[in-house]
């Protein structure tokens, strides 16, 4: 069965600090995979997504993900974060059938 | 602006009675959705349809109900039935058939039981 794993249920980091938040997926074929954002009491924001193609994936707020099938991977990046990037991020895979599988969510804290 | 708007954002319940969220779009998707979000849970699919008078149970239906008269709506009754419905509902909506799935959310109902 189609999985999402986010290893890690809180990060922290410092204001200025890089990020690296890890998200691992278990699906057969290649696999639709998404970034997704949420600030508290709010939706769901796209952050990017990887469908084909260029391996490493620009999206907006300055975030990116690269893509490592070997590793069935798909790790959200940011060089410098900045205390507004405080949220949950929710990685996700779509095996189609109009569906999306979540993962559990990473919840981000900033140290000013 | 295009969008998706769920209403009301805060709702209270007794427990035993039922309760209706709303979810309204006007992006013109055929495909829309319920979600339940509980803490470290992430999301839970409860229901979604892919056309109008049409729907499908996801993961967690039981005490659920939903119907689908409009493309523009879709709303969620939680029933008495349900045993813990206290939570964070998302309705959300996408183009349908596409295979990258792209979904796009409202702002949530925070449902509380008291």
């Known amino acids: 069965a189609q999985s999402v794993t986010q290893p890690d249920i809180h990060i922290t980091v410092s204001e200025g600090a890089s990020l690296e938040l890890r998200c691992n997926y278990s699906?057969?074929?290649?696999?639709?995979l998404f970034w997704y954002v949420q600030s508290p009491g709010q939706g769901l924001q796209l952050l990017l997504k990887?469908?084909?193609?260029?391996?490493l994936v620009q999206g907006i707020k300055g975030f990116e993900a690269e893509f490592k099938r070997s590793q069935s991977s798909f790790n959200l990046r940011k060089p410098s974060v900045h205390w507004s990037d405080a949220a949950e991020y929710f990685c996700a895979v779509s095996p189609g059938e109009d569906k999306i599988i979540f993962g559990k969510g990473t919840r981000l804290h900033i140290l000013p | 602006d295009g969008g998706i708007t769920q209403s009301p954002k805060y709702l209270f319940r007794k427990e035993g009675q039922n309760v209706t969220l709303s979810c309204e779009q006007n992006?013109?998707?055929?495909?829309m959705y319920w979600y339940r979000q509980d803490p470290g849970q992430g999301l839970r699919l409860i229901y979604y349809s892919q056309i109008v008078n049409d729907f499908q149970k996801g993961d967690i239906a039981e005490g659920y109900s939903v119907s689908r008269e409009k493309k523009e709506s879709f709303p969620l009754t939680v029933t008495s039935a349900q045993k813990n419905p206290t939570a964070f509902y998302l309705c959300a909506s996408s183009i349908r058939g596409s295979i990258y799935n792209e979904q796009f959310f409202g702002p949530g109902t925070r449902l509380t039981v008291l």
């Open positions: 699906y057969g074929a290649t696999p639709y």
């Open positions: 992006l013109n998707h055929d495909a």
């Open positions: 990887y469908f084909s193609g260029d391996t």
